[in-house]
């Protein structure tokens, strides 16, 4: 059996979730590697205890998804939408950034 993947169309469920933050302060926190699960622990604790069931079920496929993958889909992701924030979010340079932010999702669940 194969794991589900998450598609551009469950990315552009949560646009708003990636656009929060104008694109020039992404660029600046990816280039500096800020772990902001860190800097908004609680906030993001308490969205995870409101998460419903197939909302748990898109986020672990997340956490168990290659970066590479995740960063593909950030591309078609700008390509599709224009957002500069899924294009910062695709590039091969803030690799690290996505997988330490991850990383303390991961150890926040």
Do not use: C, H, W
Not at 21 to 34: G, M
Not at 75 to 82: I, N
């Amino acid at each position: 059996m194969s794991q589900e993947k998450i598609t551009y169309n469950d990315v552009r469920e949560y646009e708003k979730l990636f656009t929060l933050a104008p694109s020039f302060v992404l660029e600046r926190i990816a280039r500096k590697n800020t772990n902001l699960v860190l800097k908004f622990e609680g906030a993001i604790q308490s969205y995870l205890e409101n998460l419903t069931d197939n909302q748990k079920n898109k986020l672990g496929i997340i956490l168990s998804s290659d970066v590479d993958e995740l960063q593909s889909i950030m591309k078609e992701a700008y390509q599709r939408s224009g957002k500069k924030q899924y294009r910062i979010l695709a590039n091969p340079k803030y690799k690290s950034f996505i997988e330490n932010n991850l990383d303390g999702i991961r150890k926040m669940i």
